[in-house]
């Protein structure tokens, strides 16, 4: 597996950038970087992935270090709406069979 | 375009009776996926479908849960006899397998089921 380390909580100020770590050191060079988040009560909902070159999309954008052994998950503005777990994963290529395991998450709170 | 159904969204049961549960995936995602989230941590995968064949039920505990996708479509897992560690929420993901533009795997979730052994 490509295993990721995330921090278990963060909490950030309503309207301030949330910058949420990821590290993967044993990621090999064809595995994709994803994130999702988990609201409450809800199943994870897909949030961006990536490469190798940092990507840009209307819910986050994504850092991916140049050696690949860490991510950044940059939330531009939290909102109360962001207050969620969010997990890193690293997907294994590997055609056909499952490659997307979860961990533990970071639960990101969100303060007014 | 419509989300992945599931139902029901809550049960509750006494342990060893028996429950079902049913997913609805996106139309024309070939693969379907199976978790199962115990309070506290992440989804775990019990099993993953392409199109009705198995690709992976090696976390599945086949003594009491079973899973099937007749045509290629809906889902449904069961457990029988339902123990007490069984409690969690079931997950039902689909995926149109890498061939999203970027080539990575993307899931989409349902909302969940939400399973309590008394």
């Known amino acids: 597996d490509a295993k990721t380390t995330q921090p278990n909580s963060m909490e950030s100020n309503e309207e301030e950038p949330v910058h949420l770590p990821c590290n993967h050191s044993?990621?090999?060079?064809?595995?994709?970087i994803h994130w999702y988040r988990q609201l409450p009560s809800q199943g994870p909902e897909y949030v961006i992935h990536?490469?190798?070159s940092n990507v840009n999309n209307r819910m986050a954008s994504l850092a991916i270090a140049e050696d690949r052994k860490s991510s950044t998950l940059i939330l531009h503005r939290a909102t109360l709406r962001d207050a969620a777990v969010y997990y890193c994963i690293g997907e294994r290529d590997q055609t056909g069979a499952n490659n997307l395991f979860f961990g533990t998450g970071t639960r990101l709170t969100v303060i007014p | 375009e419509a989300g992945v159904a599931q139902s029901p969204r809550y049960k509750i049961i006494e342990k060893r009776q028996s429950v079902a549960f049913w997913c609805n995936p996106i139309?024309?995602?070939?693969?379907l996926y199976w978790y199962q989230q115990i309070l506290g941590q992440g989804p775990k995968l019990l099993i993953q479908?392409?199109?009705?064949?198995?690709?992976?039920d090696s976390q599945l505990p086949k003594d009491r849960f079973s899973a099937e996708r007749l045509k290629g479509v809906d889902s449904t897992l069961k457990i029988q006899p339902a123990k007490l560690e069984d409690s969690a929420v079931y997950l039902c993901?689909?995926?149109?397998?890498?061939?999203?533009?970027?080539?990575?795997?993307?899931?989409?979730f349902g909302a969940g089921s939400r399973l309590t052994v008394l």
């Open positions: 993901a689909s995926s149109a397998g890498r061939r999203f533009l970027s080539g990575a795997n993307v899931l989409t």
């Open positions: 479908f392409q199109n009705n064949g198995v690709v992976d």
């Open positions: 044993t990621i090999s060079g064809t595995d994709y």
């Open positions: 990536g490469l190798t």
């Open positions: 139309s024309g995602h070939a693969t």
